[in-house]
C-alpha cells in the first residue's frame, strides 16, 4: 500500500505514522504546502494522511493552497482512497463533507481522556480500542459530524472528536495518536503563545511532557487504527 501525506507547517509531521509504514515496508511520500509542492496524482498513493496545523479551514485568504487541497481530498473521497485526517486534516475533510467547522468552546492542549461513543465501540476504525483512552491533543477548532458520517468519538471538552465515513475507509480525528515526544517538542517550540492562554483544558509544557509512558500508548493505538484502516 502506498502511503502519502500532506503537511501544513514544518512542525506537525506524521511522526510514528512513519514508523508504522517503515514496519509494514510501506511506501510513504508527501506534499509539503508551506513549501507550495504540488498534490500528486490520485493514482500515484492508496492512502491518504492529512496532517494537522494552526491555520483554519476558513484561511484561504491567508494560505490559498487551502482551495486546492479541498477540491484534492473530495477527488480522493470519489475515488474510493483510504483517507485519515488528523486535527486540521480531519476539520478540512468534515468541511469538504458539508459539515461546519467552527471554534471550539475549549481550546484542548495537552493529554485529555477520549471516550468511545456507542457506534464508535462498533465502528470499523476504533476495532479492539478500549472504550476510554489518554490522546494528545491540540486544537482551538472543531467540526460538526457531515451527514453519512458515524460519530465515533467524544472528550468533556470537545463533544466531536472523531468520525468515520465510507465503511471506515475515511476518518477523521480531532485528537493525536501520531505524536511522538520529540513531535510534541517541536509543537511546544513553535506554539509558545497558545501556551500563554489559560484554559481549563490547556496544560503546560512539563506536564505534557512529564510521562514518556504515555507516547508508547498512544503510539500502540494508532497502529491499531492504521491497521484497522488498511483492512477497509
Given at each position: 500500500?502506498?502511503?502519502h501525506?500532506?503537511?501544513?507547517?514544518?512542525?506537525?509531521?506524521?511522526?510514528?505514522?512513519?514508523r508504522?509504514?517503515?514496519?509494514?515496508?510501506?511506501?510513504?511520500?508527501?506534499?509539503?504546502?508551506?513549501?507550495?509542492?504540488?498534490?500528486?496524482?490520485?493514482?500515484?498513493?492508496?492512502?491518504?494522511?492529512?496532517?494537522?496545523?494552526?491555520?483554519?479551514?476558513?484561511?484561504?485568504?491567508?494560505?490559498?493552497?487551502?482551495?486546492?487541497?479541498?477540491?484534492?481530498?473530495?477527488?480522493?473521497?470519489?475515488?474510493?482512497?483510504?483517507?485519515?485526517?488528523?486535527?486540521?486534516?480531519?476539520?478540512?475533510?468534515?468541511?469538504?463533507?458539508?459539515?461546519?467547522?467552527?471554534?471550539?468552546?475549549?481550546?484542548?492542549?495537552?493529554?485529555?481522556?477520549?471516550?468511545?461513543?456507542?457506534?464508535?465501540?462498533?465502528?470499523?476504525?476504533?476495532?479492539?480500542?478500549?472504550?476510554?483512552?489518554?490522546?494528545?491533543?491540540?486544537?482551538?477548532?472543531?467540526?460538526?459530524?457531515?451527514?453519512?458520517?458515524?460519530?465515533?468519538?467524544?472528550?468533556?471538552?470537545?463533544?466531536?472528536?472523531?468520525?468515520?465515513y465510507?465503511?471506515?475507509k475515511?476518518v477523521?480525528?480531532?485528537?493525536?495518536?501520531?505524536?511522538?515526544?520529540?513531535?510534541?517538542?517541536?509543537l511546544?517550540?513553535?506554539?509558545?503563545?497558545?501556551l500563554?492562554?489559560?484554559?481549563?483544558?490547556?496544560?503546560?509544557?512539563?506536564?505534557?511532557?512529564?510521562d514518556?509512558?504515555?507516547?508508547?500508548?498512544?503510539?500502540?493505538?494508532?497502529?491499531?487504527?492504521?491497521?484497522?484502516?488498511?483492512?477497509?
Amino acid at each position: 500500500m502506498r502511503i502519502h501525506y500532506i503537511q501544513h507547517v514544518h512542525f506537525e509531521t506524521p511522526a510514528n505514522i512513519f514508523r508504522w509504514a517503515e514496519e509494514k515496508n510501506y511506501p510513504i511520500s508527501g506534499t509539503k504546502l508551506f513549501l507550495n509542492e504540488k498534490l500528486p496524482p490520485l493514482e500515484q498513493f492508496d492512502f491518504l494522511v492529512v496532517m494537522g496545523g494552526p491555520m483554519g479551514v476558513y484561511d484561504e485568504d491567508k494560505f490559498p493552497w487551502l482551495t486546492e487541497e479541498k477540491r484534492f481530498i473530495e477527488q480522493c473521497i470519489k475515488a474510493d482512497k483510504k483517507i485519515l485526517g488528523i486535527c486540521l486534516g480531519a476539520q478540512l475533510i468534515a468541511d469538504v463533507l458539508g459539515a461546519k467547522v467552527y471554534k471550539n468552546s475549549y481550546k484542548e492542549i495537552g493529554w485529555f481522556p477520549v471516550y468511545l461513543t456507542e457506534e464508535g465501540k462498533k465502528s470499523i476504525s476504533f476495532k479492539e480500542f478500549p472504550e476510554e483512552f489518554t490522546a494528545f491533543h491540540w486544537h482551538g477548532d472543531t467540526f460538526d459530524i457531515p451527514k453519512g458520517a458515524v460519530h465515533t468519538a467524544f472528550s468533556e471538552g470537545c463533544k466531536n472528536q472523531a468520525f468515520e465515513y465510507n465503511g471506515g475507509k475515511v476518518v477523521g480525528l480531532q485528537f493525536h495518536l501520531e505524536t511522538s515526544e520529540e513531535s510534541a517538542k517541536a509543537l511546544i517550540e513553535n506554539s509558545v503563545e497558545e501556551l500563554m492562554e489559560k484554559g481549563k483544558y490547556i496544560q503546560s509544557p512539563e506536564e505534557m511532557l512529564s510521562d514518556k509512558e504515555r507516547f508508547s500508548q498512544i503510539e500502540k493505538l494508532l497502529f491499531r487504527l492504521l491497521d484497522n484502516i488498511e483492512k477497509t
